[in-house]
């Protein structure tokens, strides 16, 4: 049985998974609080996208989260169980308008996004690089572009990896989000690094 996939969000990292998902022949369920900006979005990018609540969203085999961070505890309370589907967590945990984080001890930000969503299967991708490079194609110069991500659930890190792959990036797993999480995340080593690999 063909994968549903939904993403909640629709600003610009929101509208390139989009993409990417149906030029991989695949369709979208795209959600947002803001039914109006919903439906231009969803008529700009046409054939294989459909406007939808957050909650028939959030029940797709996949769902991708590229909303505000500070959004998440609210999604989290809204939807409650997720019931083992993969969540793939596209947000950085910004908190104001000039780029200033939230002081998580250390911590990783993806670890906080899977404690408001119970029994998601989180999987951190797609939030290190600017919507502007990850909308090119990613096969360039011969090689192809990197996108890493990380997760506590190895089959859920593999599923999403073959996805990657399948858009046409070269995925990288950097393992749980203790380690990787903590790499990729706003202000980490690895935010806004652009590789190509050969």
Do not use: C
Request: avoid cysteine; charge should be negative.
């Amino acid at each position: 049985m063909k994968k549903t996939f939904g993403i909640i969000g629709a600003g610009h990292i929101a509208q390139t998974i989009a993409k990417f998902l149906i030029e991989s022949g695949n369709e979208v369920l795209l959600s947002n609080t803001d039914q109006e900006k919903l439906k231009g979005v969803v008529s700009q990018i046409g054939d294989g996208a459909t406007a939808a609540s957050v909650s028939k969203a959030a029940e797709a085999d996949v769902v991708f989260l590229a909303l505000p961070w500070l959004k998440v505890p609210e999604l989290g309370a809204e939807i409650g169980s997720w019931e083992n589907r993969i969540v793939v967590d596209a947000t950085n945990h910004f908190i104001s308008a000039d780029f200033q984080v939230a002081e998580l001890d250390g911590g990783a930000s993806s670890a906080v996004v899977a404690d408001h969503l119970p029994d998601a299967r989180v999987v951190k991708a797609f939030n290190t690089l600017f919507y502007k490079i990850l909308e090119q194609d990613p096969q360039q110069n011969g090689g192809k572009r990197v996108i890493f991500l990380s997760g506590d659930d190895k089959e859920a890190n593999q599923e999403i990896s073959a996805l990657i792959e399948t858009f046409g990036f070269a995925p990288v797993d950097l393992g749980p989000l203790s380690i990787g999480g903590l790499l990729q995340q706003a202000k980490g080593p690895l935010a806004s690094l652009n590789l190509i690999k050969q």
